[in-house]
T-cell receptor, first 112, second 111 residues
Framework: DTAVSQTPKYLVTQMGNDKSIKCEQN?????MYWYKQDSKKFLKIMFS???????INETVPNRFSPKSPDKAHLNLHINSLELGDSAVYFC???????????FGSGTRLTVV | QQQVKQSPQSLIVQKGGISIINCAYE??????FPWYQQFPGKGPALLIA?????SEKKEGRFTISFNKSAKQFSLHIMDSQPGDSATYFC??????????FGTGTSLTVIP
């Protein structure tokens, strides 16, 4: 199946831990994104990678670091997790044109 | 600063009724306006989209109405069904391919 897949789907961890979320797309898209969706459903873009280069970095704490080994993968590493990091994180990908903007199914991160 | 303002935040409609969600923007550099539908536990999925050179686009029961002079666009869901219950996001994209999402509308269609 052609898709954007991210793992894990659920992640429960303690404050202070370091965790990673993985994302892969087999759509041949050249841009990948990370979004954070809070409890009010608001979608906030965190990062965008185009051909392995960071092209957007919104005001996100530097505890969050995206890593893209190739244009089909964009992983999100989070250091020193805080309670406020609890949210659903979505990976997405697109071509240069906006028609192919495709989201993954999300990773629900709960920090306790 | 919220580039795209969306209302209402939540909407309850009877089965068979019309659901209407509104969005407004200020930046005239936007040239593509998609709507996304998100079911619980899933990612947003593209539902329908419009470019500003047309005033209306219809796909099945879903219609986008676009008013370029007022910088407003809306999603109309005709004959709303319980299966339409989801969160809907409008978005606007500028010529640099930057996405700006609205704040979302939670739609509940009552049987």
């Amino acid at each position: 199946d052609t898709a954007v897949s991210q793992t894990p789907k659920y992640l429960v961890t303690q404050m202070g831990n370091d965790k990673s979320i993985k994302c892969e797309q087999n759509l041949g898209h050249d841009t990948m994104y990370w979004y954070k969706q809070d409890s009010k459903k608001f979608l906030k873009i965190m990062f965008s990678y185009n051909n392995k280069e960071l092209i957007i970095n919104e005001t996100v704490p530097n505890r969050f670091s995206p890593k893209s080994p190739d244009k089909a993968h964009l992983n999100l590493h989070i250091n020193s997790l805080e309670l406020g990091d609890s949210a659903v994180y979505f990976c997405a990908s697109s071509h240069r044109d906006p028609y192919g903007y495709t989201f993954g199914s999300g990773t629900r991160l709960t920090v306790v | 600063q919220q580039q795209v303002k969306q209302s209402p935040q939540s909407l309850i409609v009877q089965k068979g009724g019309i659901s209407i969600i509104n969005c407004a923007y200020e930046n005239t550099a936007f040239d593509y306006f998609p709507w996304y539908q998100q079911f619980p536990g899933k990612g947003p999925a593209l539902l329908i989209a419009i470019r500003p050179d047309v005033s209306e686009k219809k796909e099945g029961r879903f219609t986008i109405s676009f008013n370029k002079s007022a910088k407003q666009f809306s999603l109309h869901i005709m004959d709303s069904q319980p299966g339409d219950s989801a969160t809907y996001f409008c978005a606007a994209i500028n010529t640099g391919n930057q996405f700006y999402f609205g704040t979302g509308t939670s739609l509940t269609v009552i049987p």
